[in-house]
């Protein structure tokens, strides 16, 4: 039985009562969330980046040490140089890659981060002379030159020299000379990324890549002659995802050309594409239009992209025309070909560089013969520069990368945490709260309310009643104790238990009845999938074999709310009906949380701005939990200061 049904037979009646919710992957369908006037965009903007940030780790920004870069090896051609370049992101991690520039050299040179994608060999690639791979290339017309259907990798990065540009090839993580790391692609670990530990603090394949592609465009501006008002950034595939991802965080990029990803369709595959909350509410279109209003120029093939040209297309262009800039926007709609990035998109590329960046060239994408460089002429470690070993490489490597983003949190959050004021405290970590569950609360006239039963027990009547978030398809069934001599003041008793916590076959709880007592109305909801014992996953058929790639949990959290939040959601929209009931004109709310909910209401009451909050949490902290499947477990609870920081954040 899949595990999702076995939650639905292990909560019971209460839970079944309660509509299921949808469980996206990475195979969904995300379309654009159109903004409804050029005014609207920076805050929708802001909302994007702000999620892609809190799923790279990268909210805040870790702190950019020496980059100790190293430029080695130039072999020299008619036009262009190659150089091998390795230089430090973080202490003790390499980042590697060709640094490609034009002989002849303009006082001001504009310069394009190329980031590779998952192309065999990456940036080694070569399907090698006269081979079937290579013919085929020629023969469909996707290439011209033999050299370039050997390596497009290195025809685009020579041709962007020709045009005057330096452009910087650098490897992803476990590709050509990026050997600290033997392969991003495995099941669960328990140290390291991809493991429980690391998924609390949002260490990830996705963060570390993304944060080398910044580091990048730090390197590129150390560089002589490099125009910083002309910086770009293009890939495809997998570097397709990382050119959105570099481009929507960094500003200094002036405009993108990510090939072959921006979809409404299938998100990217790859761990380094994935990370925790990153596409809730929104998808690569969004994603994509962070660069706006900067140029931004977009392919499509037979692939996962091949519907672009009527989903995402028309909402991109329909946001740079709001923007007043709609000739900044390109396209290029090619789907005779399979995925690729092949001589017809490269030169879609050409244009749109040479018209953005004013290089002035009348043939830009005229391709010339080059001399193919092996991997000997490439790779950046040689015998006066020896490659990483030992601790440096594999498990203890990212052990250490791991142990250094957490040092970075320690010296940047936790003072927040423990010392900073309340203003100080919600921008930064409340701030990131608000992403890891999503949602704030729903406004007043998207909650509905229905009575399903009422009885007087003679001091108090008995109610049964659901209340519907329909924009959203969520329903939240609950109980609720009146007194007569109601005073206008409520109690929202939150509990894992739900209503049998407040009133029984023999009447009110001894908790209930001191409340009622009081004059006090309480409301306990049946929280989402009441009873459950784990967290349910999505995309079980992505997941194939045994220690696969995709157990990882940004697979699912990455799509898909946690059960926490969920229930987190739940408890937001009982606060929005209670204090919209003119009936019952509320004078006073307090939220209380226990038998297993205490954390769920800090985190409702953190996000909503409520100070009278009381939350048994008999020593609960996230940073216990070692199952990415326990009902309480959230992605990233640690980094943002675990259950101190909702505390806090409900303090007067």
């Known amino acids: 039985m899949k595990p999702f049904l076995l939650f639905l037979f292990a909560a019971g009646l209460a839970?079944?009562?309660?509509?299921?919710?949808?469980?996206?992957?990475?195979?969904?369908?995300?379309?654009?969330?159109?903004?409804?006037?050029?005014?609207?965009?920076?805050?929708?903007?802001?909302?994007?980046?702000?999620?892609?940030?809190?799923?790279?780790?990268?909210?805040?920004?870790?702190?950019?040490?020496?980059?100790?870069?190293v430029i080695h090896g130039r072999v020299e051609e008619d036009d262009y140089t190659v150089d091998r370049v390795f230089f430090e992101s973080l202490p003790g991690h390499f980042v590697t890659g060709s640094l490609y520039l034009?002989?002849?050299?303009?006082?001001?040179?504009?310069?394009?981060?190329?980031?590779?994608?998952?192309?065999?060999?990456?940036?080694?690639?070569?399907?090698?002379?006269?081979?079937?791979?290579?013919?085929?290339?020629?023969?469909?017309?996707?290439?011209?030159?033999?050299?370039?259907?050997?390596?497009?990798?290195?025809?685009?990065?020579?041709?962007?020299?020709?045009?005057?540009?330096?452009?910087?090839?650098?490897?992803?993580?476990?590709?050509?000379?990026?050997?600290?790391?033997?392969?991003?692609?495995?099941?669960?670990?328990?140290?390291?990324?991809?493991?429980?530990?690391?998924?609390?603090?949002?260490?990830?394949?996705?963060?570390?890549?993304?944060?080398?592609?910044?580091?990048?465009?730090?390197?590129?501006?150390?560089?002589?002659?490099?125009?910083?008002?002309?910086?770009?950034?293009?890939?495809?595939?997998?570097?397709?995802t990382q050119t959105m991802m570099i481009a929507g965080l960094d500003p200094r990029v002036a405009a993108a050309f990510p090939c072959v990803m921006v979809s409404t369709a299938m998100q990217g595959g790859c761990t380094c594409e994935n990370s925790h909350h990153l596409r809730i509410g929104q998808g690569n279109i969004d994603i994509a239009a962070?660069?706006?209003?900067?140029?931004?120029?977009?392919?499509?093939?037979?692939?996962?992209?091949?519907?672009?040209?009527?989903?995402?297309?028309?909402?991109?262009?329909?946001?740079?025309?709001?923007?007043?800039?709609?000739?900044?926007?390109?396209?290029?709609?090619?789907?005779?070909?399979?995925?690729?990035?092949?001589?017809?998109?490269?030169?879609?590329?050409?244009?749109?560089?040479?018209?953005?960046?004013?290089?002035?060239?009348?043939?830009?994408g005229q391709e010339r013969e080059f001399r193919v460089l092996g991997r000997e002429e490439l790779s950046v470690w040689t015998g006066g520069h020896p490659a990483p070993k030992g601790d440096q490489v594999g498990t203890p490597h990212e052990e250490a990368i791991c142990a250094w983003m957490s040092e970075q949190d320690s010296s940047r959050i936790e003072p927040l945490v423990h010392g900073a004021d309340k203003a100080t405290l919600r921008a930064t970590v409340g701030t990131a709260w608000e992403v890891l569950i999503g949602r704030g609360a729903p406004a007043a006239d998207q909650v509905e309310y229905e009575l399903l039963s009422k009885e007087d027990r003679g001091d108090y009547l008995l109610m049964e009643g659901v209340t519907r978030l329909k924009a959203q398809g969520e329903e939240v069934r609950a109980t609720f104790l009146y007194p007569k001599d109601w005073r206008g003041e409520a109690v929202l008793w939150?509990?894992?238990?739900?209503?049998?916590?407040?009133?029984?076959?023999?009447?009110?709880?001894?908790?209930?009845?001191?409340?009622?007592?009081?004059?006090?109305?309480?409301?306990?909801?049946?929280?989402?999938?009441?009873?459950?014992?784990?967290?349910?996953?999505?995309?079980d058929n992505l997941r194939t074999k045994p220690n696969d790639f995709r157990e990882f949990s940004g697979y699912t959290f990455g799509?898909?709310?946690?059960?926490?939040?969920?229930?987190?959601?739940?408890?937001?929209?009982?606060?929005?009906?209670?204090?919209?009931?003119?009936?019952?004109?509320?004078?006073?709310?307090?939220?209380?949380?226990?038998?297993?909910?205490?954390?769920?209401?800090?985190?409702?009451?953190?996000?909503?701005?409520?100070?009278?909050?009381?939350?048994?949490?008999?020593g609960f902290r996230f940073a216990d939990l070692t199952d990415p499947w326990s009902v309480h477990f959230v992605p990233g609870a640690v980094k943002y200061g675990d259950i101190e920081a909702l505390r806090r954040l409900c303090e007067p």
């Open 15 to 69: 839970e079944a009562q309660t509509p299921t919710r949808e469980m996206r992957d990475l195979n969904g369908y995300f379309p654009m969330t159109p903004v409804a006037s050029k005014e609207a965009w920076p805050a929708r903007r802001t909302e994007i980046e702000r999620r892609v940030a809190v799923a790279a780790g990268l909210w805040p920004m870790p702190e950019k040490t020496p980059l100790n870069a």
């Open 559 to 618: 799509y898909n709310p946690s059960l926490f939040a969920r229930r987190v959601h739940d408890a937001m929209t009982m606060v929005t009906m209670m204090q919209g009931r003119a009936e019952y004109p509320l004078k006073k709310l307090q939220l209380r949380g226990t038998h297993g909910a205490g954390p769920i209401a800090l985190a409702a009451g953190a996000l909503l701005g409520l100070t009278d909050v009381e939350a048994e949490t008999d």
């Open 494 to 539: 939150l509990s894992l238990e739900g209503g049998e916590s407040i009133h029984g076959a023999s009447g009110p709880t001894p908790a209930a009845r001191a409340l009622l007592d009081d004059g006090k109305a309480v409301a306990c909801p049946v929280l989402y999938l009441q009873g459950a014992t784990e967290q349910p996953k999505a995309g």
């Open 290 to 364: 962070l660069v706006a209003p900067r140029p931004l120029g977009v392919t499509a093939a037979d692939d996962w992209t091949k519907e672009l040209a009527t989903k995402g297309l028309p909402e991109l262009k329909d946001l740079y025309q709001k923007l007043g800039v709609p000739d900044r926007i390109t396209a290029h709609i090619a789907t005779q070909f399979p995925h690729n990035y092949n001589l017809p998109s490269r030169k879609a590329m050409y244009a749109f560089y040479n018209r953005h960046f004013r290089l002035g060239l009348d043939n830009p």
């Open 102 to 240: 034009p002989k002849k050299r303009p006082a001001k040179m504009p310069a394009v981060l190329c980031p590779h994608g998952h192309w065999p060999d990456g940036r080694f690639m070569d399907r090698g002379a006269g081979s079937p791979a290579t013919k085929k290339e020629l023969d469909t017309g996707a290439e011209e030159l033999e050299c370039a259907a050997r390596s497009p990798l290195q025809a685009r990065c020579i041709q962007l020299a020709r045009m005057g540009c330096a452009a910087f090839l650098y490897d992803m993580l476990g590709y050509a000379d990026s050997v600290q790391f033997t392969a991003h692609r495995h099941g669960a670990a328990k140290t390291g990324f991809l493991s429980p530990s690391a998924d609390l603090r949002l260490q990830t394949y996705f963060g570390l890549q993304t944060w080398n592609g910044l580091r990048a465009v730090d390197f590129l501006l150390t560089l002589d002659g490099v125009d910083p008002d002309r910086i770009g950034c293009t890939g495809a595939s997998g570097g397709g």
